[in-house]
């Protein structure tokens, strides 16, 4: 299994760091996590394409995590021409989502319809909306669910992925909970969206002190990590963004909490168990 952190950036623009998403690759099949700003551009780069996706799967509907979910329906359907469908997997809420993705993009569907003799229909979305627990196969990969707490937004949904006694755990955005113990238990890799909360805290901009009560800080993601005996912990969706130097800081904050590997995120990292 292979995890290229396809986005490591958040709701602030950044030049070096796309809006979230992860690539899990096994084999030839390819999982995407979230699509934020970015994906696709980012999904070219790690030798993927959203035609090559076995699904995407959504932890929530916070737009920085699918902003970019219609340029994925749109590139997948103009290179598959809607032969295969695009598997999308979310939480409730998720198929409305994609169902408006699909009226704003009416007119271009029109437009490359009439263009083209080779496309005779629009997107081909097959979405499945899932329950905290539920679980799923795609592609000989076992996913399993969780709740994950990161309120007011409801329902957020944590994934943890397995193939041949190989388990990565994928997240979102969510404070430490029961739903991230099970999902991270005893993980190979435990993929978590992170704050600093010392430099968030030190904010003068209101809204940026927000984000504190539903974001894992580093120290809750090193100390979760730890508790339930993950072997790796990725940090990604950093908050904010560190400047070259500074990682250093970011992976001490954790390892003051942790033993095992520590992975602090740059687009296109890419961790192989
Ligand atoms: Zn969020
Ligand atoms: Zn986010």
Same mark, same amino acid.
Request: aromatic share 4%; proline share 7%; hydrophobic share 45%.
């Given at each position: 299994?292979?995890?290229?952190?396809?986005?490591?950036?958040?709701?602030?623009?950044?030049?070096?760091?796309?809006?979230?998403?992860?690539?899990?690759?096994?084999?030839?099949?390819?999982?995407?996590?979230?699509?934020?700003?970015?994906?696709?551009?980012?999904?070219?780069?790690?030798?993927?394409?959203?035609?090559?996706?076995?699904?995407?799967?959504?932890?929530?509907?916070?737009?920085?995590?699918?902003?970019?979910?219609?340029?994925?329906?749109?590139?997948?359907? /103009?290179?598959?021409? !809607? *032969?295969?469908?695009?598997?999308? %997997?979310?939480? =409730?809420?998720?198929?409305?989502? $994609? #169902?408006?993705?699909?009226?704003?993009?009416?007119?271009?569907?029109?437009?490359?319809?009439?263009?083209?003799?080779?496309?005779?229909?629009?997107?081909?979305?097959?979405?499945?909306?899932?329950?905290?627990?539920?679980?799923?196969?795609?592609?000989?990969?076992?996913?399993?669910?969780?709740?994950?707490?990161?309120?007011?937004?409801?329902?957020?949904?944590?994934?943890?992925?397995?193939?041949?006694?190989?388990?990565?755990?994928?997240?979102?955005?969510?404070?430490?909970?029961?739903? /991230?113990?099970?999902? !991270? *238990?005893?993980?190979?890799?435990? %993929?978590?969206? =992170?704050?600093?909360?010392?430099? $968030? #805290?030190?904010?003068?901009?209101?809204?940026?002190?927000?984000?504190?009560?539903?974001?894992?800080?580093?120290?809750?993601?090193?100390?979760?990590?730890?508790?339930?005996?993950?072997?790796?912990?990725?940090?990604?969706?950093?908050?904010?963004?560190?400047?070259?130097?500074?990682?250093?800081?970011?992976?001490?904050?954790?390892?003051?909490?942790?033993?095992?590997?520590?992975?602090?995120?740059?687009?296109?990292?890419?961790?192989?168990?």
């Amino acid at each position: 299994m292979e995890i290229v952190l396809t986005g490591t950036g958040s709701p602030l623009p950044d030049p070096h760091r796309a809006g979230p998403s992860t690539l899990v690759k096994v084999g030839d099949t390819h999982i995407l996590v979230d699509a934020g700003r970015g994906t696709v551009m980012r999904l070219a780069a790690a030798g993927s394409l959203p035609a090559f996706l076995a699904a995407v799967l959504v932890t929530h509907l916070h737009s920085d995590h699918i902003c970019a979910l219609n340029d994925v329906i749109t590139t997948h359907w /103009v290179m598959t021409r !809607a *032969a295969v469908p695009l598997r999308v %997997v979310g939480p =409730v809420g998720t198929a409305r989502f $994609v #169902e408006r993705q699909l009226a704003a993009l009416e007119d271009d569907i029109g437009y490359r319809i009439a263009h083209h003799r080779e496309l005779e229909r629009g997107p081909w979305v097959e979405v499945t909306e899932l329950e905290p627990g539920e679980s799923l196969e795609v592609g000989g990969v076992a996913v399993t669910t969780a709740a994950t707490e990161h309120a007011p937004v409801r329902p957020t949904i944590g994934f943890r992925l397995e193939h041949e006694g190989v388990g990565a755990a994928l997240v979102g955005d969510t404070l430490p909970c029961p739903g /991230v113990d099970r999902l !991270a *238990a005893g993980a190979d890799a435990y %993929v978590q969206t =992170v704050i600093r909360r010392d430099l $968030v #805290e030190a904010s003068p901009i209101e809204m940026m002190r927000d984000i504190l009560d539903y974001h894992s800080g580093v120290v809750d993601a090193a100390r979760t990590a730890a508790r339930v005996g993950a072997r790796r912990l990725v940090l990604t969706h950093l908050v904010p963004a560190p400047p070259p130097g500074e990682y250093e800081d970011w992976r001490a904050l954790a390892a003051a909490h942790f033993d095992g590997e520590i992975v602090v995120g740059d687009d296109l990292t890419t961790i192989t168990l």
